[in-house]
T-cell receptor, first 114, second 113 residues
Framework: EAAVTQSPRNKVTVTGGNVTLSCRQTNSHNYMYWYRQDTGHGLRLIHYSYGAGNLQIGDVPDGYKATRTTQEDFFLLLELASPSQTSLYFC?????????????FGEGSRLIVV | GEQVEQRPPHLSVREGDSAIIICTYTDSATAYFSWYKQEAGAGLQLLMSVLSNVDRKEEQGLTVLLNKKDKRLSLNLTAAHPGDSAVYFCAVSASSGSWQLIFGSGTQLTVMP
């Protein structure tokens, strides 16, 4: 049974549109992350959180907001979507241990902004 | 900050051959090294991980080598089979209490029958 579930799996929106990507984890992990994956760039961290109500900025946060409503749920918000945000988005969770942080990923949400 | 370079971006091998993927990193304080596999249409899954006090680790046909002098991490798939076809990523983190993983750009491995 999937421990990190993302929705929607696919989304097409227009430039300037409003998009919310959802993520739920059942790993009881404190940390949750949003990454984007683009060819040639690997995975880049957008935002992360270490608990409900907490939000931290990642490496590529511009144009994105996020909210962690519960330990299980982490949302990524694109309020004015642009074509440059066309990408494959991954949510992940972890226990955040510094001696070896293993991330558990969802299956991804493909977003196309036309 | 830490920079990770991964090569090659694409790799094709025949079934039964070995496949080697290499990552180089810049921060000598890097302490945790991992490899993830991404199958088509799926998220990443951890394959293997090592701490900086380990030079070599073998598990189920996979070998991870760590050369701290050259700041190089490699993944060797011995006797690759078509089910190994996927995108592979290295990911590293520093020792300064940092949990954050820095990912390489990925290697698309194709294993031909």
């Amino acid at each position: 049974e999937a421990a990190v579930t993302q929705s929607p799996r696919n989304k097409v929106t227009v430039t300037g549109g409003n998009v919310t990507l959802s993520c739920r984890q059942t790993n009881s992990h404190n940390y949750m992350y949003w990454y984007r994956q683009d060819t040639g760039h690997g995975l880049r961290l957008i935002h992360y959180s270490y608990g409900a109500g907490n939000l931290q900025i990642g490496d590529v946060p511009d144009g994105y907001k996020a909210t962690r409503t519960t330990q299980e749920d982490f949302f990524l918000l694109l309020e004015l979507a642009s074509p440059s945000q066309t990408s494959l988005y991954f949510c992940a969770s972890s226990d955040g241990r510094v001696s070896g942080n293993t991330l558990y990923f969802g299956e991804g949400s493909r977003l196309i902004v036309v | 900050g830490e920079q990770v370079e991964q090569r090659p971006p694409h790799l094709s091998v025949r079934e039964g051959d070995s496949a080697i993927i290499i990552c180089t990193y810049t921060d000598s304080a890097t302490a945790y090294f991992s490899w993830y596999k991404q199958e088509a249409g799926a998220g990443l899954q951890l394959l293997m991980s090592v701490l900086s006090n380990v030079d070599r680790k073998e598990e189920q046909g996979l070998t991870v080598l760590l050369n701290k002098k050259d700041k190089r991490l490699s993944l060797n798939l011995t006797a690759a089979h078509p089910g190994d076809s996927a995108v592979y990523f290295c990911a590293v983190s520093a020792s300064s209490g940092s949990w954050q993983l820095i990912f390489g750009s990925g290697t698309q491995l194709t294993v031909m029958p």
